[in-house]
């Protein structure tokens, strides 16, 4: 299609144009050149080179921050899989009530993460909350849950006389408990991602494999599990991704200045936000917003060259 | 009955039981704002702190956010599909690639550019960042260019003008993709937490979310007043899913599909 005038296009483009470069490019380069300056609440004290960065290595809280958070994505990500693929497969083709049980499963996707945040404070609350009322119901003590800084390993293995210690505790309960409310609000989003995904594969490479007298088993794993590579795929990255910034549920259930019982729900955001808006530490924040980035970057790249060969695009 | 399933009674039986255990933290939401004062909680919650003046702040900046997504989306999609010029896809490649940034990565430098604005603790600061969405203009840009172009010639044909055939032609065509862009940005806005935490200071300008989350940290133990207030928080939001629950899923379900 030609267009009359030169101009044109660009006037199109240049209101969107012109909050991309303002607020995301600016900003995304911003933090690049902050992580070399020493840049603080009264502005930058000049170029530093890479000490925001080797500070960064030496900071045992930025690495309390991270081991945190590679628990928290190692706990949210495979659940967040595992479960919605099961409820899809559950959910797929004709259904009574298939609508109802998808708006439900959906509900927790919609609602902010503050309310589901503050809802789930109260049901984990050590003294009255519903949780531990359940548990004592069915003969259970309660657990601190939220307030429970002590890992979940160390507290499962307790009664056989192990005692874990450092990170062979595992995530504390309290970050387990984070990691409950994360999987619970993103089954509903992933369940629809894998039910579209299932929806899609043809219904004659089920009636073959059938025919060749495979079972339930081997359809699954013959054929649903390879049509589903790239949805699969798809939800990995995504969850990856979403989990890694986790904030609103750190900064709601396990509120400021500490970041959960003895720093064990100080993810990574969470630390960053600290250093950046409690102490406009914003040299050092940008430096950690860089770690961020290229761990997210690449992450992705790793998780695409792994699936590469395996996912199945049709 | 599908193969690889279960037989009709064990799937809803299974179904029903994950139903409830994701219904249960909302019913009891529902149930601990009722105890003792009954809807009194309600009323109180909500005289407490200035949640009038919240829900009008995040009434007004979510309008004004999707008002200004939708005009800078439609116009910059409609380029990107169906006009050539130069720099075209280094444009769209740059747009592409910020949102592949997440938003935590550029929040202290954000801070930065906008308090030399001097727009810290102003609405401006809590909507104009937000008026562009890629993701929007990506989708709504694959839709343009599934149009033919013959109706492009048509309209011509009629003198019809370029931002007059987006406005009469176009547009009505995208009902449904400019619907799923409305929804993703109104959910988006309404339930933003941490922008607004981190632009905004005094409470005449606090959002919803931000204003529940102090209300939270003042009140941690008096919990059916925060129940009352999660729950009037989180219902037009609950309500507008449920009237449009069919469209919300399928975007969701296209997204995925999409990228």
């Known amino acids: ?314 | 009955m599908k193969p690889g399933s279960l037989s009709g009674a064990g799937q809803h039986v299974l179904l029903v039981a994950g139903s409830l255990v994701m219904m249960l933290p909302f019913i009891w939401m529902i149930a601990t704002s009722l105890e003792q004062g009954g809807f009194a909680n309600y009323v109180e919650a909500w005289s407490r702190v200035a949640f009038g003046r919240y829900f009008l702040n995040t009434i007004m900046v979510t309008s004004l956010t999707v008002l200004g997504v939708l005009i800078t989306s439609c116009l910059a999609a409609y380029a990107f599909a169906t006009m050539e010029f130069r720099g075209r896809s280094v444009l769209f490649l740059l747009f592409l690639s910020t949102m592949m940034v997440p938003q935590p990565v550029y929040l202290a430098p954000s801070y930065v550019i906008l308090s030399r604005l001097r727009w810290i603790d102003t609405y401006m600061a809590l909507i104009v960042p937000w008026t562009a969405n890629v993701f929007s203009i990506f989708l709504l840009r694959q839709h343009f260019m599934t149009l033919p172009r013959s109706l492009y010639e048509a309209a011509t044909l009629d003198g019809c003008g370029r931002l007059e055939y987006l406005w009469r032609v176009v547009l009505p065509l995208s009902r449904s993709v400019i619907a799923t862009v409305i929804l993703f940005n109104v959910i988006g806005s309404w339930n933003s937490f941490m922008w607004p935490l981190v632009v905004t200071h005094s409470e005449e300008l606090r959002v919803l979310q931000v204003g529940l989350s102090y209300f939270n940290q003042e009140l941690s133990s008096n919990y059916q007043l925060l129940m009352a207030a999660s729950t009037f928080c989180t219902l037009p939001l609950l309500l507008m899913f449920v009237l449009t629950q069919k469209q919300i899923v399928a975007s969701y379900a296209r997204s995925g599909i999409k990228s």
């Open chain 1, 1 to 314: 299609m030609r267009h009359q005038g030169k101009l044109h296009p660009y006037l199109y483009i240049l209101p969107a144009l012109l909050i991309v470069l303002l607020f995301r490019a600016l900003p995304i380069a911003g933090a690049f050149a902050g992580s070399v300056l020493d840049y603080d609440i009264g502005g930058s004290h000049g170029f530093v080179g890479l000490a925001n960065y080797a500070r960064m290595l030496a900071d045992g809280r930025f690495w309390n921050s991270v081991t945190n958070t590679v628990f928290f994505v190692l706990g949210v990500v495979p659940l967040a899989i595992v479960i919605p693929l099961f409820l899809a497969m559950l959910l797929r083709g004709r259904l009574a009530g298939k609508s109802v049980y998808r708006t439900i499963y959906f509900l927790p996707v919609v609602t902010s993460a503050v309310a589901v945040s503050v809802v789930w404070t109260w049901l984990f609350n050590p003294e009255a909350g519903p949780v531990n009322r359940v548990l004592a119901a069915v003969g259970i003590e309660p657990l601190l849950w939220l307030r429970e800084p002590r890992g979940i390993f160390e507290l499962l293995l307790a009664p056989l006389g192990v005692h874990p210690q450092g990170t062979l505790a595992g995530p504390s309960l309290a970050l387990v408990s984070l990691m409950i409310v994360s999987i619970w609000k993103s089954i509903g989003y992933n369940t629809v991602l894998f039910l579209a995904g299932l929806e899609s594969i043809p219904g004659e490479l089920y009636e073959a494999a059938r025919l060749d007298g495979a079972g339930r088993w081997g359809v699954f794993r013959h054929v649903t599990w390879p049509m589903l590579s790239p949805t699969t795929y798809y939800v990995l990255i995504m969850s990856t991704i979403a989990s890694f910034q986790t904030f609103a549920l750190v900064y709601v259930m396990t509120p400021p200045p500490g970041g959960g019982p003895l720093g064990t729900t100080n993810l990574i955001v969470f630390y960053l936000f600290q250093k950046a808006f409690d102490r406009f530490d914003i040299g050092y924040a940008s430096a950690i917003s860089v770690f961020l980035f290229v761990v997210l970057l690449v992450l992705t790249l790793a998780q695409r060259r792994l699936a590469g060969r395996r996912v199945h695009y049709q």
